[in-house]
């Protein structure tokens, strides 16, 4: 089992940033894929961003905006999020991959007022 701890999330007013950290502890063997997703109110949950063998990938409403970062050594995910948007708004959550087996965090709540 691996477990996944998320913490960053908060209040911000629209063009502010927050930073997400997500820690990974457990059976860590080898952790190929991590990854960021949101969930907002009455929407499916959505990929924000992924690191895959050091290479990142974003969806098309948060490119140039957000950055991610995985840090090996302290088993660490990480998502810069600048010029933050009200659409921006939901519940964030950390997903590793590991030998197939997929894992979440219970999330982080990002709020982006007007």
């Known amino acids: 089992q691996v477990q996944l701890v998320e913490s960053g999330g908060g209040l911000v007013q629209a063009g502010g940033s927050l930073r997400l950290s997500c820690v990974a502890s457990?059976?860590?063997?080898?952790?190929?894929?991590m990854g960021w997703y949101r969930q907002a109110p009455g929407k499916q949950r959505e990929l924000v961003a992924s690191?895959?063998?050091?290479?990142?990938g974003y969806a098309n409403p948060v490119k140039g905006r957000f950055t991610i970062s995985r840090d090996n050594a302290k088993n660490t995910v990480y998502l810069q999020m600048n010029s933050l948007k009200p659409e921006d708004t939901a519940i964030y959550y950390c997903?590793?991959?590991?030998?197939?087996?997929?894992?979440w965090g219970q999330g982080t709540q990002v709020t982006v007022s007007s």
């Open positions: 457990g059976n860590i063997f080898s952790i190929n894929d």
């Open positions: 997903n590793v991959l590991q030998f197939g087996d997929s894992y």
């Open positions: 690191v895959t063998s050091g290479i990142p």
